[in-house]
């Protein structure tokens, strides 16, 4: 799982020729795209949202850069050379891929087809940029900002972290702001401010995802047919 902010400039490419818009609407499972700026807490949400919903699964990206800490190859991410990252790009592996930091991280569009065909919701990490591609492949993917309390919340938080170098830091501030002025362009925003609030609010837009009526009627097919319930189209 990653967030994909860049290094200098946000920048981004869409790695594979576009599949028709309604390719989710035959599979039974859901897709949740969630982004957010370094340092808002995306991945200690979603990380939560796992623990406590078994029936979404994590995506795990590829990425050429070498793990951190206690990180492992295909837990975190994939870690794959330059050379391998060139090959699938060369074979339209990927739903998207950016250059972050100057490092490549990509999310390949076969393991979450793989997932969401079998029925799975699907939640994956990524920049807007790359939910703004997702959504053009997957029609129906329901996307997710997070946003921090603050500007200096979020600050605190990097630096609390411990992770960057305070040039780093002040990229990635520089970053935040143009990445939470596209919150507008997604179905939900969530303000971790209360992390437990905040889990909450992730959780009850997955939940809600299902109630609705075509995820209802994927899911419970049998029901419906039961009560003579036919779809339409």
């Not at 959780?203 to 209802?216: E, F, M, N």
Request: net charge negative; hydrophobic share 40%; charged share 25%.
């Amino acid at each position: 799982m990653s967030s994909h902010t860049t290094n200098d400039s946000l920048s981004h490419q869409a790695a594979v020729a576009q599949p028709e818009p309604s390719l989710q609407d035959h599979y039974p499972g859901s897709l949740f795209v969630v982004a957010a700026p370094s340092g808002a807490g995306k991945s200690s949400l979603v990380k939560a949202l796992l623990e406590l919903d078994t029936r979404v699964h994590p995506t795990v990206s590829h990425t050429t850069r070498g793990p951190r800490g206690q990180e492992k190859h295909g837990r975190e991410y994939f870690f794959i050379s330059s050379d391998e990252f060139d090959a699938m790009v060369a074979n339209d592996a990927f739903i998207e891929w950016a250059n972050v930091h100057g490092n490549r991280y990509g999310t390949a569009k076969k393991a979450v087809e793989d997932r969401i065909a079998q029925g799975a919701d699907v939640v994956l990490e990524i920049d807007f940029q790359g939910a703004m591609q997702v959504k053009k492949i997957f029609a129906n993917a329901v996307l997710i900002f997070i946003l921090p309390p603050s500007l200096e919340e979020l600050r605190a938080r990097l630096e609390r972290r411990g992770e960057d170098k305070l040039d780093v830091i002040d990229l990635r501030m520089r970053n935040a702001c143009i990445e939470m002025a596209q919150a507008e362009n997604f179905d939900y925003v969530i303000i971790n401010e209360v992390f437990e609030r905040a889990v909450f609010d992730l959780k009850s837009v997955v939940h809600s995802q299902r109630l609705r009526y075509p995820a209802q009627q994927r899911a419970r097919a049998d029901v419906f047919n039961a009560l003579g319930i036919v779809a339409k189209g």
